[in-house]
């Protein structure tokens, strides 16, 4: 081979493999084939998980945002990712899921519970210990067409009362994180109190945000990433410790534990 042929074999080889080390992968990157939601893992300001999914999606008949709890067989808490995942028609794919609020030694959610129109726990408004009753706690919610939004628990009491609204699926649960832009007023920023948490979000750009924190982090520290980092005007804090639970294949996580009541994004294949 003349060696001006070869040169222009080598130099062209080398500017290939150059162009592919430059070529970064991005660890953050989602399998949705869509915009409509996605899953992924971050690392500031803390380690934690983060699943959305844009409220215009909910809007179609592709997507649902849907409460689970009981098997319709036999009325049993459904418990665990695995068997919500059976209970589920060949036309659904659940894309995400997490535990949906407290509950109590019989898997029984203690706040006010919806799901498909149909009241299972009334509105608890009591004053009392835990975390659920420090408040202002709060409920997320939405209505048939999938409108979401995450509200003060007496607000909503009041907007009820009036029929104003009328939630199709709810989930109460304490105490808010974020409360029209702001921090909850009991929040202390030097707290020692470091717990896993997990909360969603009814955000500005129109999302909806669900995240399961990987380290202990304060409620001030949960409720600022809302506020700050991800931009949501109103916030609730699920559940915690043991029970934060997360069910997201996109980013190979599915946890074994049981829980209460489940929040999942559904997609209709029909």
């Known amino acids: 081979m003349p060696s001006s042929i070869f040169n222009l074999f080598l130099s062209t080889i080398v500017l290939a493999l150059g162009l592919s080390a430059c070529q970064q992968t991005n660890t953050n990157a989602t399998s949705s084939d869509t915009d409509s939601w996605s899953c992924q893992t971050k690392d500031t300001p803390f380690a934690y998980s983060i699943c959305r999914v844009d409220a215009t999606a909910l809007a179609s008949e592709r997507y649902s945002l849907q409460l689970f709890w009981q098997s319709s ?21 659940l894309k995400f899921a997490m535990n949906a609020g407290m509950y109590n030694e019989n898997y029984a959610p203690i706040g006010y519970t919806v799901i498909e129109g149909k009241e299972l726990k009334s509105l608890n408004t009591k004053e009392g210990g835990g975390n659920f009753h420090l408040l202002p706690n709060g409920v997320m919610w939405w209505d048939q067409a999938g409108n979401v939004q995450i509200t003060e628990s007496n607000a909503l009491n009041e907007q009820i009362s009036n029929g104003d609204v009328q939630p199709w699926y709810a989930t109460q649960s304490g105490p808010m994180l974020v409360i029209n832009d702001e921090i909850h007023p009991k929040f202390n920023p030097d707290s020692s109190s470091i717990k896993l948490r997990n909360g969603a979000g009814v955000c500005r750009d129109g999302s909806i945000q669900l995240v399961n924190s990987y380290e202990p982090v304060t409620f001030y520290q949960f409720a600022e990433l809302f506020k700050n980092e991800l931009g949501c005007s109103n916030a609730l804090f699920l559940d915690g410790g043991i029970a934060s639970a997360l069910y997201a294949p996109s980013i190979d996580k599915q946890d074994k534990k049981e829980m209460g009541v489940m929040i999942g994004l559904v997609e209709n294949k029909e």
């Not at 067989?73 to 794919?93: G, I, Q, S």
């Open 73 to 93: 067989d036999n009325n049993e808490p459904l418990l665990t990712f695995d068997a919500l995942l059976a209970t589920l028609p060949n036309h659904e794919t």
